[in-house]
Protein backbone atom coordinates (compact mmCIF):
# COMPACT_ATOMS: atom_id res chain seq x y z
CA UNK A 1 0.00 0.00 0.00
CA UNK A 2 3.06 2.31 0.18
CA UNK A 3 3.01 2.98 -3.64
CA UNK A 4 -0.35 4.20 -3.36
CA UNK A 5 -1.21 7.14 -6.09
CA UNK A 6 -1.24 10.50 -5.27
CA UNK A 7 -5.01 10.92 -6.14
CA UNK A 8 -8.14 9.11 -5.51
CA UNK A 9 -11.61 9.42 -7.48
CA UNK A 10 -14.43 9.95 -5.42
CA UNK A 11 -16.16 7.15 -6.24
CA UNK A 12 -13.23 4.97 -5.03
CA UNK A 13 -13.53 6.82 -1.42
CA UNK A 14 -17.19 5.81 -1.61
CA UNK A 15 -16.30 2.14 -2.32
CA UNK A 16 -13.69 2.30 0.77
CA UNK A 17 -16.80 3.36 2.73
CA UNK A 18 -19.18 0.81 1.75
CA UNK A 19 -16.28 -2.13 2.40
CA UNK A 20 -16.00 -0.51 5.85
CA UNK A 21 -12.13 -0.31 4.59
CA UNK A 22 -9.71 1.35 7.75
CA UNK A 23 -9.14 4.73 6.30
CA UNK A 24 -9.17 8.01 7.67
CA UNK A 25 -11.40 10.65 5.68
CA UNK A 26 -9.23 14.26 6.60
CA UNK A 27 -11.26 17.16 5.97
CA UNK A 28 -8.62 20.18 5.74
CA UNK A 29 -11.34 22.85 4.60
CA UNK A 30 -12.09 25.72 7.50
CA UNK A 31 -14.77 25.42 10.24
CA UNK A 32 -17.13 27.56 7.86
CA UNK A 33 -16.98 25.21 5.00
CA UNK A 34 -17.24 22.58 7.19
CA UNK A 35 -20.80 23.94 8.91
CA UNK A 36 -22.44 24.02 5.23
CA UNK A 37 -21.57 21.14 3.69
CA UNK A 38 -19.31 17.50 5.46
CA UNK A 39 -18.68 13.78 4.54
CA UNK A 40 -20.29 11.84 7.56
CA UNK A 41 -17.68 10.45 9.46
CA UNK A 42 -14.91 12.76 8.44
CA UNK A 43 -12.15 14.14 10.96
CA UNK A 44 -11.94 18.08 10.29
CA UNK A 45 -8.54 19.81 10.57
CA UNK A 46 -8.27 22.76 8.79
CA UNK A 47 -5.24 23.21 6.49
CA UNK A 48 -4.75 26.63 8.81
CA UNK A 49 -4.60 24.66 11.60
CA UNK A 50 -2.44 21.67 10.58
CA UNK A 51 0.73 22.88 12.12
CA UNK A 52 -0.34 22.78 15.47
CA UNK A 53 -2.51 19.81 15.27
CA UNK A 54 -0.59 17.63 13.45
CA UNK A 55 -0.03 15.78 16.64
CA UNK A 56 -3.47 14.36 16.59
CA UNK A 57 -3.11 12.33 13.36
CA UNK A 58 0.30 10.78 15.12
CA UNK A 59 -2.71 7.51 15.85
CA UNK A 60 -3.28 7.58 12.38
CA UNK A 61 0.38 7.59 10.75
CA UNK A 62 0.10 3.76 9.17
CA UNK A 63 -3.48 3.88 8.40
CA UNK A 64 -4.71 5.14 4.61
CA UNK A 65 -5.73 8.92 4.96
CA UNK A 66 -7.07 10.61 2.63
CA UNK A 67 -7.47 13.98 2.31
CA UNK A 68 -10.70 16.11 1.50
CA UNK A 69 -11.24 19.71 0.76
CA UNK A 70 -13.46 21.78 -1.74
CA UNK A 71 -11.94 21.28 -4.81
CA UNK A 72 -8.80 19.15 -4.37
CA UNK A 73 -6.00 21.91 -4.20
CA UNK A 74 -5.67 22.49 -0.49
CA UNK A 75 -6.23 18.40 0.16
CA UNK A 76 -3.30 17.73 -2.47
CA UNK A 77 -0.35 20.50 -0.78
CA UNK A 78 -1.79 18.98 2.85
CA UNK A 79 -1.36 15.45 1.57
CA UNK A 80 2.56 16.07 0.06
CA UNK A 81 3.47 17.60 3.51
CA UNK A 82 1.99 14.37 5.60
CA UNK A 83 3.86 12.27 2.73
CA UNK A 84 7.40 14.80 3.79
CA UNK A 85 6.69 13.53 7.44
CA UNK A 86 6.22 10.21 7.22
CA UNK A 87 2.87 9.33 6.32
CA UNK A 88 3.30 7.28 3.98
CA UNK A 89 -0.78 6.21 3.11
CA UNK A 90 -1.82 9.73 2.02
CA UNK A 91 -3.66 10.36 -0.94
CA UNK A 92 -5.92 13.78 -1.92
CA UNK A 93 -9.42 13.51 -2.78
CA UNK A 94 -9.76 14.35 -6.57
CA UNK A 95 -12.26 16.90 -6.84
CA UNK A 96 -12.36 17.65 -3.37
CA UNK A 97 -16.23 17.87 -2.05
CA UNK A 98 -17.58 19.65 -4.76
CA UNK A 99 -16.83 16.22 -6.81
CA UNK A 100 -18.42 14.08 -3.89
CA UNK A 101 -21.40 16.11 -4.05
CA UNK A 102 -21.86 15.68 -7.82
CA UNK A 103 -20.91 12.13 -7.96
CA UNK A 104 -21.55 10.25 -4.64
CA UNK A 105 -23.92 12.25 -2.55
CA UNK A 106 -26.26 15.13 -3.36
CA UNK A 107 -27.45 15.51 -0.52
CA UNK A 108 -24.42 17.45 0.36
CA UNK A 109 -24.45 20.99 -0.41
CA UNK A 110 -22.04 22.99 -3.53
CA UNK A 111 -21.24 26.15 -2.16
Request: charged share 25%; net charge negative; aromatic share 4%.
Amino acid sequence: MSSLSQEIDVESVENLRRENADFLLLDVREESEYEVASIQGSLLIPMSQLGLRVAELEEHRDRHIVVHCHHGVRSLQVADALRANGFSKVQSMGGGIDQWSLCVDDAVPRY
